[in-house]
């Protein structure tokens, strides 16, 4: 079959330790102090084999993610920018639906011509971790196009315990093609769902919820937060596209943080009371953080899902005298969060198709993460087949 392969080089920088456990597995802990001078081609890959718990996907759509545009951009000494997990080679893409094709011999509750989603984090259920009910922190982690193969493919194999059916979201639309679309928008939909409703805790309807970053993650957000009750969704962004789409998402206000100060923005809205909830979805905390601490609502809460390997500073009295918290989220899994999302989906309660604004086939895969870098797609999504 067909594939979006990505190989780069082992090349620790000189400041890095390489652990024990990372020598043994081939895995980098932090992708962006070892891989170097990654080179991304449409090539041939084995077709994959289905294990006795194992669905074989004919995939058919995948979304360009914001760690596909990092593994692509390098910095000045040609080191990928993605900070997390990773093995290479692999097959990129990670956000994806696909048709059953083949079920493994002990496959229980799928069969051939399901319409599903999947998780990308290949918890492995036996660790403490997982074990204590956190599968997002399992230590035995594998992630689908970071360290085994993902679905930048024409097929690939997931054990179905890590499937979901999206048939209701089909008989809704009519439209199977449109389902997968939006099947494939699941699992960045719940790394905010849950970042905002498992780690953060959720708001109470009425409570006004801030966005910073209209990118996938962001507009997730915004879109869960209008169909969950906010009473006001202000958003911020750079991009003008992207500032459009927050508006047909669900955003009250859109901003650009260019051009205002967030947190005076937000406090005049508020009438000086400060906003309940602050999602950092851009990945940029040294320059949002410090405007969240001065727009935060007693109670006030943080949540940091974008990613960003650096230090910032906080100025830790005004989360005592706001009575505030902040959360660091990670992942998907667990906690209902897949089934929950697709049921908000499948009611119509929560309509992303709008921020899907390019498409590509496989062979265009490389164009598609490129154009990503540009920052002002919404959902740039790859049909393999």
Known sequence: MKGLLLKATWDPRPDYKVTDWEKRTGKAISGNRVWRRPQLEVGDWPDPQPGPKDVVLAVQACGVCGSDMHFYETDTDGYILYPGLTRFPTILGHEFSGKVVEVGGEVETLQIGDMVTAEE??????????RNGYPNHCTNLEEIGFTIPGAFANYIAVDEK????????????????????LGALTEPTCVAYNGIFERGGGFRPGHYVAVYGAGPIGL?????????????VAAFEVSSQRRELARQIGADVVHDPR???????????SKGEGFNLHIEAAGAPRSTIPEMERALAINGKIVQIGRAAERVPMYLEAFQVRRSQVFGAQGHSGHETFPNVIRMVASGRLDLSPIITARYTLPETVNAIARSTERKDGKIIVRPN
Do not use: H, Q
Request: proline share 4%; net charge negative.
């Open 121 to 130: 984090m290949i918890w492995c259920g036996r660790c403490i971790p997982c």
């Open 162 to 181: 890590f499937c979901w059916k999206i048939d209701a979201v089909a008989e809704r639309l009519g439209d199977e093609e449109r389902a997968y679309e």
């Open 220 to 232: 997730a957000s915004i879109g869960l937060a209008r169909a969950s009750g906010a009473g006001l």
């Open 259 to 269: 051009e205002v100060t967030p947190s005076n923005v937000l406090m005049e809205l």
